[in-house]
């Protein structure tokens, strides 16, 4: 019997995952990665604040070179675009772009790590030169360069999600006027209202302009043949550069085209195996969704640190394991300016609409102890199921200390622990980095008194 | 029937909360709290830093002064020492200092909130002027006035616990060359070698010299009649200013002169309800055991978070609630300097001394994202039960993002989380504050490993 042949699409962080933890896992095994571009391996998620430091270079957030992959026996292909899968005869055909040429592959076990895509919004004049989007590494770069080369002094931002507001950050540090436009009621849509509060006052602390509610109709070009406005339904905006960060789609063409199930989410449906609808089939990272512990279902929320766990598992059972994926709980962070803002969980409005029946908490505490210089208000917001006390999510924010507090609700969270349970929690407590009564507890010793009997 | 008489021996941390817990939930009850010094609800924990600053004040750590202590109906007796409890009787027999007078006071309730005392080392010497014990709100108080007025240049900290260090730490800072003594083999005793490893080189960074394995035998006075050397059994230390921080004990004359039950400890027994082998009498803070979750049974270590949270369920019950404690894991943390040293749970040679059968690891991780500027390494040290990969504990040390880490660990022990739950947990991600693999889950990763059968 040959080795067995173990096929990877995408290498980016969760294909690389899963081929690394394959070949280890079955150094026998022959393990090939089909790649469409010509990087792996790269923290996309550290894209925004490479793009603000000129100095650093975009290939600073390679974390694998193809050299490193190579050495850990990985066979790796760049530039060869999956196009067909054929679950049947458990082949996958390939083009290699600098050819052209088409194969088949065969494979014994198939991992999916196709990623997402950026949304590109259908608008007049939104292929203009000047506007962006940032998802792969060359839209890095290609920001980069524009910065360098146009020195661009008015941005405009479309979508006001994770990227949006770094990028809002990072460009106003650059130097450039931003104004930031969102066509729902509110920036990060689905965070709780305190969170936005403190986020708006960030923001407009730095000048950045936001526009909610403000649906872009389309851009404009100068004489110069490259973007110069952008349109709302009411307004007119200047920019030489714009960032359309409108979100992702899932790329499930070869998935879908091959007939594995679509969750309701539009993304690959997996197992919390990662195997997909066909049992030689894996699927990891963006592409597919993941098991969400309080939903207790499948959820899509595409995000690095899940695309790695999702890498590790899915590679690690495409070899032979049965390893378990535990599952997300719906935990996020990000940073704009010197604000730090964390999620974990469902939000208030999110928790209704799945049929719990949810309540709320908003507190400020200090990041360090009475008395001891220096520390800033961290504000928890804390929500609960109301008849079972079970906490369901929470966000942090603060200049200090929100973004790791967070880690406390994603830990309580996947334990599905109550908020008299986190009441008691044993947190750390010093002055320089904590009060007494760390703020999560204080939140919870309020939200005790609106849920249940207990107190 | 007249209103219920809740008495409170003990007006700092645990009993201020106790009293003041009481008072909201039975407002008609008469809450009456004696005690022997002057001051009430201060955060001893915050004197090392105070001492650090000149230009603050001592009484800046006073969180509730008398007055805020009557405005919420509390009946404080401030300089009154309760002499005896009898427990058949229901009544405490209190001398007012002032006076000198005798009172036996009737209760319906008492909470014992007697705290913790320095233990005073019973050497030649240990007596002069110039060496301080570092407990009480005076004792801080007394230290920054001798700073002030002797501006001692040589400082000798006996005692290399968490007070220790902090003094080290804020003795440095202030000028004053520091060496550390302490009569054990290493510094923080019963902490990890890997985390003692990190925190010699902070000290050594900084100057301060210290001594293992030193047990003190003495302290001299000079021709002014203060202390000028302090001795070991090998060496002679100069010294013009010593802080003797070698531990504290329980005050539990009051208790065990009733009969309360004590525990092997040596500090007052109590049961979840932080009610002691009296029905009448609850205890909390120092002066009491915990529940403590990985050991199952009661330990004594005495911190402030767990006073505030013992005084909260003892004030509750003692007013007629039944509100049960979630029991202490262990949690601890303190700066030295720039450096930032956590634990939750057992240490490897404590687990082992307690039956389990511990394997533990430890790792290194940046504390921000590969290609993110200004990151540190966070050093974690992940112990866990290797026949059922239960975790016991850990450790957590960096000069950034180390203790609030420690949360996540403190949060896994109250759930018994297994190093596959760990490996699995949802924890937070963004270039600015972590890894897209956490530290705590690389370590997870690595330990998974060394434990049970599953991978």
Redesign the interface.
């Known amino acids: 019997m040959s080795s067995p042949r173990i096929v990877v699409i995408g290498g980016v962080?969760a294909g690389m995952s899963a081929a690394s933890q394959a070949k280890r896992r079955q150094p026998e095994a022959e393990v090939i990665v089909f790649e469409r571009g010509d990087r792996i391996s790269y923290?996309a998620?550290?894209m925004p604040?490479?793009i603000g430091?000129p100095l650093?270079d975009i290939e600073?957030?390679v974390?694998l070179t193809p050299a490193q992959a190579h050495k850990r026996g990985i066979d790796l292909r760049l530039r060869h675009e999956a196009l067909a899968l054929d679950t049947e005869r458990r082949v996958v055909t390939v083009r290699d772009l600098n050819t052209g040429i088409e194969l088949e592959e065969p494979y014994d076990a198939l991992v999916v790590a196709t990623g997402a895509q950026a949304i590109h919004l259908p608008l007049p004049g939104f292929d203009l030169p000047g506007i962006c989007e940032l998802r792969e590494l060359n839209d890095g770069r290609h920001i980069k360069r524009l910065i360098a080369e146009h020195a661009p002094s008015k941005a405009v931002i479309v979508g006001a999600g994770y990227i949006g507001m770094e990028m809002a950050d990072v460009l106003t540090e650059l130097g450039l006027e931003v104004t930031v436009l969102e066509r729902l009621p509110q920036v990060i849509p689905g965070w709780d209202a305190a969170t936005v509060t403190i986020l708006m006052e960030t923001l407009e602390e730095h000048g950045v302009r936001v526009h909610t509610s403000a649906a872009v109709t389309g851009a404009q070009a100068g004489p110069n043949g490259r973007v110069t406005t952008v349109t709302t339904q009411s307004a007119t905006f200047e920019a030489d550069l714009v960032i359309s960060a409108v979100g992702v789609r899932p790329q499930v063409d070869l998935a879908s085209g091959a007939g594995l199930r679509l969750g309701d989410s539009g993304a690959i449906w997996v197992d919390q195996y990662q195997q997909t609808s066909d049992e030689y089939v894996w699927a990891a990272g963006d592409c597919c969704e993941a098991y969400h512990?309080i939903l207790r279902r499948n959820a899509w929320i595409p995000?690095?640190?899940?695309a790695?766990?999702h890498g590790r598992i899915a590679g690690?059972n495409a070899s032979g394991?049965r390893?378990q994926?535990?599952?997300?709980?719906?935990?996020?962070?990000?940073?704009v300016f010197d604000l730090?803002v964390?999620r974990?969980g469902l939000g208030e409005a999110e928790a209704r609409d799945e049929g719990f029946d949810p309540t709320s908490v908003t507190i400020r505490q200090r990041s360090r102890?009475?008395?001891?210089?220096d520390g800033v208000p961290v504000q928890v917001t804390l929500i609960a199921d109301r008849p079972t006390g079970i906490v369901l999510g929470g966000e942090i924010v603060g200049r200090e200390?929100a973004?790791?507090?967070?880690?406390?609700l994603?830990?309580?969270?996947?334990?599905h622990?109550t908020v008299?349970?986190v009441?008691?929690?044993?947190?750390?407590?010093?002055?320089?980095?904590?009060s007494?009564?760390?703020p999560v507890l204080v939140a919870a010793n309020q939200l005790i008194k609106k849920v249940g009997k207990t107190?």
Chains 1, 2 share one sequence.
């Open positions: 962080a923290g998620c550290g604040y490479n430091d650093r600073d957030l974390v512990r995000l690095g640190t899940t790695n766990k690690a394991s390893l994926f535990g599952g997300i709980v719906g935990t996020a962070g990000f940073q730090e964390a974990s102890a009475h008395g001891y210089p200390g973004a790791l507090r967070s880690n406390i994603a830990t309580a969270l996947a334990s622990l008299s349970d009441q008691n929690l044993d947190l750390v407590y010093a002055p320089p980095f904590a007494v009564w760390d107190a």
